[in-house]
């Protein structure tokens, strides 16, 4: 049996080793205004007061499910103030048929006006540093994050993974984000050769842009409960280079 110093050695040991922001709050259920409408998310936040950098997540054509949740969690565990959007209404599946019948039913303009709101809204809190704002999606989330780029001049990084990508120069060039793309090799949603062709108008545009291609996977290939499609090391490698990417772009 443990003394009682040895007990609160323990505890001062831990505290040391993890930081505050590795207790983070959440999620707390909010509200926010877009074209007029009230939509709902989540909004994890860091311990402890400051301002933090901010992050929207959004999720994939299943729906704002756990393992999205998860995802927001860590984010705001590492510091950053995450909101995860929910563009399906609460609707979530683990149906493919049923999550294409809400994909396809997702009207893109209202769905992207619902991301470029999340980001006002965040940029609205106290706890909050307005010029240090990023996205990450994942799939059909990762498109709408992508969109969330082209119309939100503001918005610090972006990390679209797997997500499908704007072709449109016109749109591309409206992208002032740092860009992290995050692909599978054999995706046949979205191709090698259309990342290929987004890279390289990113490129002569004179965007911030690194795209990472893991050769032997196909789509969704990070979240572990798509069995198929999961590879962990790629999952892990993908995800490490994405919390890089966001501690470079996002914090100070």
């Not at 990084?157 to 984000?177: C, D, F, K, M």
């Not at 046949?188 to 108008?201: C, D, G, I, L, R």
């Amino acid at each position: 049996m443990k003394t009682l110093t040895q007990v609160v050695t323990t505890a001062v040991a831990a505290v040391l080793l993890f930081p505050a922001t590795m207790f983070a709050m959440g999620p707390r259920p909010v509200t926010y205004m877009s074209d007029g409408h009230a939509v709902h998310g989540l909004l994890y936040e860091p311990a402890g007061k400051g301002v933090h950098p901010a992050i929207v997540v959004v999720h994939e054509w299943w729906g704002l499910n756990a393992w999205v949740k998860e995802q927001a969690q860590e984010l705001a565990n590492e510091g950053y103030v995450a909101l995860a959007v929910d563009l399906y209404g609460g609707k979530v599946t683990t149906n493919p048929a049923v999550a294409r019948q809400l994909d396809m039913g997702l009207d893109p303009k209202v769905a992207t006006a619902n991301v470029v709101a999340a980001a006002k809204y965040l940029a609205a809190q106290k706890n909050v540093n307005a010029k240090r704002i990023g996205a990450v999606g994942w799939c059909m989330g990762g498109g709408y994050a992508a969109l969330l780029a082209v119309h939100d001049p503001d918005l610090r990084a972006v990390a679209i993974n797997y997500g499908e990508l704007p072709t449109s120069r016109a749109e591309l060039a409206r992208i002032h984000a740092a860009v992290l793309g995050i692909f599978g090799g054999k995706d046949p949603v979205v191709t090698p050769q259309s990342v290929s062709a987004f890279e390289k108008t990113m490129h002569s545009l004179h965007k911030q842009i690194e795209v990472k291609t893991y050769a032997d996977a196909g789509h969704a290939f990070e979240n572990e409960n798509d069995h198929p499609g999961y590879r962990a090391a790629d999952a892990r490698n993908a995800q490490a280079r994405m919390r890089a990417f966001f501690a470079r772009e996002l914090k100070e």
